[in-house]
């Protein structure tokens, strides 16, 4: 087996966009737009996997600011917040290529981005239909979320979606 992990870039939207409609139901997908304006503001940070070749899957995560979150299928507001931590916006495998080590793998180059930027922690929004996965691999829920944020949470990815955070 030959994992090949390398930054994302333009050239590759059209299959990501492919991998993501296998992972996420079609109410969590983002647009071919959506993504090329992510890659122009911080597609260094982002990554895409190859198993044997083929790709199988990819990471989205930048720098924002702990407890908050972007909005989905949006593009980036021209002010980004002040960061302090590394948020991982998305990460999807192929169903054929989960169970492989690649999503380990993708997520311990972004814990590796994330402190080559000074950051000692990850955030990310754990959507209803990724289960207890966050939980499994060392996120636990963000406890100093307002009341009004949960809603703005929920409201943006959906029934079971929580803020989570861990050290690196
Ligand atoms: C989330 C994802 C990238 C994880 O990849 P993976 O290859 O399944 O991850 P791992 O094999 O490292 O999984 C670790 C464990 O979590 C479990 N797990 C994975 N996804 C899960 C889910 N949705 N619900 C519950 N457990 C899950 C795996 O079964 C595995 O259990 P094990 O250790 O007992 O074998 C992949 O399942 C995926 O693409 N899911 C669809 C997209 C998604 O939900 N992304 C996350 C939200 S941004």
Not at 2 to 10: E, N, Y
Not at 112 to 134: E, M
């Amino acid at each position: 087996m030959t994992l090949k992990i390398v930054p994302m870039t333009a050239a590759h939207i059209n299959e990501v966009v492919q991998i993501q409609a296998e992972a996420f139901t079609p109410d969590l997908r983002e647009t071919p737009e959506v993504f090329a304006n992510r890659i122009a503001r911080f597609g260094e940070f982002f990554r895409v996997a190859y198993l044997n070749g083929r790709m199988v899957g990819y990471v989205v995560a930048f720098p924002w600011k702990f407890g908050d979150a972007p909005v989905n299928n949006q593009k980036f507001p021209e002010e980004l917040p002040e960061p302090d931590c590394f948020f991982i916006h998305d990460i999807a495998l192929l169903p054929d290529a989960r169970g492989s080590g690649v999503a380990r793998a993708l997520l311990e180059d972004a814990y590796q981005t994330a402190l080559k930027l000074g950051f000692d922690a990850a955030s990310l929004v754990a959507v209803g239909q990724s289960g207890n996965y966050w939980d499994r691999v060392g996120f636990v829920p963000n406890a100093h979320v307002t009341e009004t944020k949960r809603a703005y949470i929920l409201d943006i990815y959906g029934p079971g979606a929580r803020l989570m955070a861990r050290p690196i």
